[in-house]
């Protein structure tokens, strides 16, 4: 277990994969480049309070942190942290 932000990749699963749910918690993304992403997890598996996103490219390291907030049932949303 680690102190610092779980870390996640900007890439999409394709639709041909055929991503099932089957009892597993769902994570939103609000916000930033992963606006609409979700984020499967199995239920005993304690989600991060904080996932930190770092976009590379050509230019300077982009860095978003999203913060977890659980919502009714079995998951939550993780919303882009303000500046």
């Given at each position: 277990?680690?102190?610092g932000p779980e870390e996640?990749?900007?890439?999409?699963?394709?639709?041909?994969?055929?991503?099932?749910?089957?009892?597993?918690?769902?994570?939103?993304?609000v916000g930033g480049p992963l606006d609409g992403r979700v984020h499967t997890r199995e239920p005993d598996d304690p989600p991060p309070p904080v996932v930190r996103h770092t976009h590379l490219h050509d230019g300077p390291k982009i860095v978003h942190l999203y913060d977890l907030h659980e919502v009714a049932g079995h998951g939550g949303e993780y919303r882009l942290r303000g500046a």
């Open positions: 277990m680690t102190d996640v990749t900007s890439r999409e699963a394709p639709p041909e994969s055929g991503t099932e749910l089957d009892g597993r918690d769902v994570y939103w993304f």
